[in-house]
């Protein structure tokens, strides 16, 4: 029924739904065609937004071929291979089972599912229709973390002992911003504490978490400010903070990861590109000094490694990533449920 992919030696992209970060994966696929091997096989197809003029004019400055002013028009077309789905997380769903079902693979925004039920529907449609479906999890293709980890498995830092980081910001209160309405799934967790946690996950192999505590402040139904602990089963522990409304006491962004001889300070932790190795002076005290740099930058600005990655699965005829597997998404997916469980917070549709 649908076009034969396995023929086809590259993938016709599709973005739906042209906001900010739709901007900024356009602008990954356009520098991915001229810059990586697997640009060759990467098509900027079509565009399709609630409003045909943005349409067009996306269409326009990232050079697709076609613009449509509905979702159900880019559905509807066969030529289109695979879609970017780039709307607030409330639409996730519904969009990524569209298109799923209309015979498109699929690359989501984070978080792809608002919950752990959510997510499973999803799956379960790609299952079904032997599609691949990938939250697009930027940080887990990021040159920088990757790197990270293998000085961590060296043994570098000694034992792991402790995460620190922080994902907050300062948005001007407006009900009817995505951060701040419930009907969008707004809350700091969901959009920016998501990195946190992925964040420590791949840092400790996706170990179970065996321990969690943690404390909220809501407004008018979403999580403004999180302050988060976890305990992963190999004892390593976390601290995180996330906030939509105002900044951390210092480092806003930035992550700290301990070890019993040292520890690395890593710059905009989910979409780093710098990070140094410190290493203690002495058995005791936090004297230390900076024995590696990591100065990473990225090939184009960072969402080239998920595009390139799902251009070569569906390529490739898989239905899961073997890097971010549908797996990693449902634990990750399943402790913000655990967490807002315990806020008591429920969206509109739960
Ligand atoms: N990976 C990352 O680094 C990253 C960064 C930012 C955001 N994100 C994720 O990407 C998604 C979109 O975020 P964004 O910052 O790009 O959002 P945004 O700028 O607000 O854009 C979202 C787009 O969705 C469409 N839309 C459809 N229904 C809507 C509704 N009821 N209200 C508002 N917009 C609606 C709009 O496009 P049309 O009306 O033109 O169709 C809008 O331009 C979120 O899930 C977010 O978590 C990821």
Redesign the pocket.
């Known amino acids: 029924m649908y076009y034969n992919l396995l023929m086809k030696n590259f993938v016709n992209w599709a973005i739906?739904?042209?906001?900010?970060?739709?901007?900024?994966m356009a602008t990954a696929m356009q520098g991915a065609i001229s810059k990586s091997k697997t640009g060759k096989q990467i098509r900027t197809y079509a565009v399709?937004?609630?409003?045909n003029e943005?349409?067009k004019e996306?269409a326009a400055r990232f050079n697709f071929k076609k613009a449509y002013g509905s979702?159900e028009e880019l559905f509807e077309d066969s030529d289109v291979d695979a879609v970017y789905?780039?709307?607030?997380?409330?639409?996730?769903h519904d969009s990524a089972i569209q298109a799923l079902n209309n015979g498109k693979h699929v690359l989501c925004?984070?978080?792809a599912g608002c919950s752990v039920n959510q997510l499973q529907n999803m799956i379960f449609t790609a299952k079904k229709n032997n599609l691949f479906f990938m939250e697009?999890?930027?940080t887990a293709f990021n040159p920088t973390i990757l790197n990270i980890i293998k000085i961590i498995k060296n043994g570098e830092i000694g034992q792991l002992k402790h995460i620190e980081s922080r994902f907050c910001n300062r948005i001007p209160y407006d009900p009817?911003?995505?951060l701040y309405?419930p009907?969008?799934?707004g809350g700091a967790l969901?959009?920016l504490g998501?990195y946190n946690i992925y964040f420590a996950m791949m840092i400790n192999d996706f170990l179970p978490i065996i321990n969690h505590s943690s404390a909220v402040r809501m407004l008018n139904g979403v999580d403004v400010w999180n302050s988060i602990n976890l305990t992963f089963q190999n004892n390593v522990t976390t601290s995180f903070q996330s906030a939509a409304d105002m900044p951390a006491g210092s480092d806003t962004h930035d992550a700290i990861i301990f070890g019993t001889k040292g520890f690395i300070t890593v710059k905009n932790f989910?979409?780093t590109e710098h990070a140094k190795l410190h290493l203690y002076k002495s058995e005791s005290g936090n004297n230390n000094k900076i024995t590696k740099k990591l100065d990473i930058p990225f090939m184009i600005n960072?969402?080239e490694y998920e595009l390139i990655h799902a251009t070569e699965c569906i390529l490739a005829g898989k239905t899961d990533s073997h890097i971010h597997t549908w797996e990693k998404t449902k634990k990750l997916c399943n402790i913000m449920d655990t967490l807002r469980k315990d806020w008591s917070m429920k969206y509109a549709w739960e």
């Not at 739906?16 to 900024?24: F, Q, W």
């Not at 789905?85 to 996730?92: C, G, S």
């Open positions: 739906l739904a042209p906001g900010t970060i739709a901007n900024s399709a937004s609630r409003s943005r349409a996306f979702y789905i780039a709307n607030p997380h409330a639409f996730h925004e984070k978080p697009a999890m930027w009817k911003h995505r309405a009907e969008l799934a969901l959009d998501i989910f979409m960072g969402y």
